[in-house]
């Protein structure tokens, strides 16, 4: 028989226990949970890109963000302390012909939800593009919306001490000291050298995708302040040595060293570089390098390269199949722009004709279909 005295203490045993702050206004009453909703339930966007408004409204203070690792799409504002807000949520272009998909996390408290978005793929022909024979739009920056470079195709390299050809500027990430060195307007990048406090500084941009092989050209207007020294080129994905592992120059230019209205196109790998004097190199004479746009480029496949400007072949290096040395041009590179400052091929320079601008219209982006 079970006394009186274990059936009042399993009675107390077995009531609810009620926790402080668990409830509102005491009771037996669960705690709310917070709660998000949003309009619309879905979001989706074209190729060209552009803002998004999503209408949130949440029990509390809430924070929106892009899924991890997405470059394409960013969210303002990113924290909110009021209850209802709309979320601008900007997507980039997207320049391939496959859809993308992402998510954008609304969260209040411990509570999370998950708003779809859809990017269309480009179209075939919805761009004014004109296409190598053979080959398809894989990628490109028209540079068509002021202000700075995009980040999520876009990085810096930063810092000075020479880069190996004993140049003098220092290399800035976008800006330095409130001047803009990388900056779109009217359609086109502005890539400057300017003169800030004692030092001169520059950008050194490269793109976050590498492509083995491919089609690449850029419309270019390049400087001719002596000293001034830009280029567009590209360079190993995987790169632990130069000359060894590859180097591809598609355009460069320098007045203090290869005259007014000169540029050339070369290749750099163990067997042929500057350094020892057996360099692949052709420079060619085109009028109005820094005064009207020139639109340079390089084909380059399992067995050759070949350089154009406007079109016209004026290079072509092969693959004399001799092995890494003589071919590292196998591997995924990355496209680079940049204007260096004096150094062995800036040559003399002239600061009081500072600022130096460099000009791309446009980077496209070609693969084999």
Request: with cysteine; glycine share 10%; hydrophobic share 35%.
């Amino acid at each position: 028989m079970i006394s009186k005295r274990i059936l009042s203490l399993f009675a107390i045993l077995s009531s609810p226990v009620l926790l402080a702050g668990s409830c509102d206004g005491g009771g037996d009453e669960p705690a709310k949970q917070e709660s998000i909703t949003f309009s619309p339930t879905e979001l989706s966007c074209t190729a060209a890109g552009g803002s998004l408004t999503l209408a949130v409204n949440a029990s509390g203070a809430f924070q929106a963000f892009p899924a991890d690792g997405c470059e394409w799409v960013t969210v303002d504002p990113s924290y909110s302390a009021a209850k209802t807000a709309n979320i601008t949520v900007k997507v980039g272009e997207n320049a391939s012909y496959k859809d993308r998909t992402t998510e954008i996390t609304l969260k209040c408290g411990t509570t999370r939800v998950k708003v779809p978005l859809t990017q269309k793929a480009m179209q075939k022909g919805e761009l004014e593009i004109d296409v190598p024979e053979g080959y398809h739009l894989d990628w490109h920056d028209e540079f068509d919306t002021d202000g700075a470079p995009s980040s999520s195709d876009w990085k810096y390299e930063t810092g000075g001490g020479g880069w190996g050809n004993n140049e003098i500027q220092i290399y800035a990430a976008g800006s330095q000291n409130g001047q803009q060195l990388a900056e779109i307007s009217d359609g086109s990048l502005k890539i400057k050298a300017m003169k800030i406090s004692s030092n001169i500084y520059s950008i050194r941009m490269n793109t976050k995708r590498y492509w083995t092989y491919g089609w690449f050209e850029a419309r270019l207007k390049v400087s001719d302040v002596p000293g001034a020294w830009p280029a567009f080129w590209m360079m190993p994905q995987n790169f632990t040595t130069w000359p060894g592992d590859g180097e591809i120059d598609i355009m460069e230019y320098a007045i203090s060293t290869q005259g007014k209205d000169k540029v050339s196109s070369s290749i750099h790998c163990k067997s042929f570089n500057h350094t020892i004097g057996t360099q692949k190199t052709h420079v060619k004479s085109i009028s109005g390098a820094a005064t009207e746009w020139h639109v340079y480029a390089c084909e380059w496949t399992a067995t050759e390269m070949k350089f154009y400007v406007d079109g016209a072949l004026h290079f072509t290096f092969a693959n004399d199949g001799q092995g890494y040395d003589h071919w590292p041009f196998y591997t995924p590179f990355y496209v680079k722009f940049n204007m260096a400052w004096g150094g062995n091929m800036g040559g003399t320079t002239d600061e009081t004709k500072l600022p130096a601008v460099y000009e791309i219209d446009y980077i496209r982006v070609f693969q084999k279909d």
